[in-house]
């Protein structure tokens, strides 16, 4: 498709730091449940930015490849690591690689394998900091979604975040778990004090601090044209709500998700960028900025 063309060509010519790395990869799952018939359309990318040398930031997507994980339909997975040196990025790729394991392997309602799937990485990050001084106080943030049969939910702790777009009008999901958005919830400052508060990215939750781990879990209502953003804090601080909304109304995911980071480096890209688009559409329908031909179908040629 054009579209995944067009992906596989900026991640070939992104300008990568040394020891960064982007990914750029789009996919289609067809899922049926009880109540509706729908396809998940997603795309991802993964930038290490403008400043930073190394990508700190995890992604991950699974799709239905059969089996056990047919029924869960897809899980997708953000997590912005922290920690310094190597620290950030083991933890994150412990985060996202633990989770989407435990999560297809339990045999457990969504919900619940969502927070043994977090629980368990939480777990994991601990041990393995305990063993390893150059990885000590390594942590991480980390935001799932998962669809099942017609149903959605969201686990979260940290800074990064679910957005859904439905009907034009674009919802944040997740709750910021930092000083400053708790300083905010309880009235203590303004939002434009919050805005470039110099303490806006300690964190008050995230993966690897603590033994026991609060885990934010939501079930999230799941309708045909919805579209669901995860993004670590490398976007959301530069690229704001209506620029998000414009550009997940007029693109499908994977071009989306190219648009998004680049308009962050662009603004500087002062931190790794990672984005996950998930399009719940209709079968057979052509998503919002896909290439048509004159009879309104999707081009065929590669």
């Not at 000083?179 to 964190?203: C, F, K, S």
């Amino acid at each position: 498709m054009l579209q995944t063309l067009w992906a596989r060509f900026l991640a070939v010519i992104g300008r990568t730091p040394k020891g960064g790395r982007i990914t750029a990869t789009a996919s289609i799952a067809p899922c049926a449940s009880s109540d509706f018939a729908y396809v998940l359309q997603t795309g991802q990318f993964s930038d290490p930015g403008c400043v930073r040398r190394r990508n700190e930031d995890s992604i991950l997507v699974r799709t239905p490849a059969g089996g056990r994980e047919k029924s869960r339909n897809l899980l997708a997975v953000v997590a912005d690591g922290m920690g310094g040196h190597q620290a950030g990025d083991r933890a994150s790729q412990l985060a996202v690689a633990t989770i989407g394991q435990t999560f297809a392997a339990a045999d457990l309602p969504p919900d619940q394998a969502l927070v043994a799937a977090f629980e368990a990485a939480n777990g994991l990050i601990l041990n393995e900091a305990s063993h390893d001084a150059a990885l000590a106080g390594m942590g991480t943030t980390a935001t799932a979604l998962a669809i099942s049969d017609g149903r959605a939910w969201l686990a979260h702790v940290g800074d990064s975040r679910l957005y859904r777009l439905r009907d034009e009008r674009l919802e944040q999901l997740s709750e910021d778990h930092t000083l400053v958005a708790a300083m905010l919830r309880d009235g203590l400052i303004t939002p434009e004090q919050a805005g470039d508060h110099p303490n806006r990215h300690v964190l008050i939750r995230a993966m690897g601090t603590h033994a026991k781990l609060d885990v934010m879990l939501a079930a999230v209502s799941l309708a045909l044209g919805d579209v669901f953003l995860l993004c670590s804090d490398g976007l959301h601080d530069l690229v704001g709500s209506e620029d998000i909304r414009t550009c997940l109304l007029a693109r499908p995911p994977q071009a989306a998700c190219a648009f998004l980071v680049e308009l962050a480096r662009q603004r500087g890209g002062f931190d790794n960028i990672s984005v996950i688009a998930v399009r719940c559409g209709k079968p057979g329908a052509v998503p919002p900025g896909a290439p048509q031909t004159r009879d309104g179908g999707r081009h065929d040629h590669e």
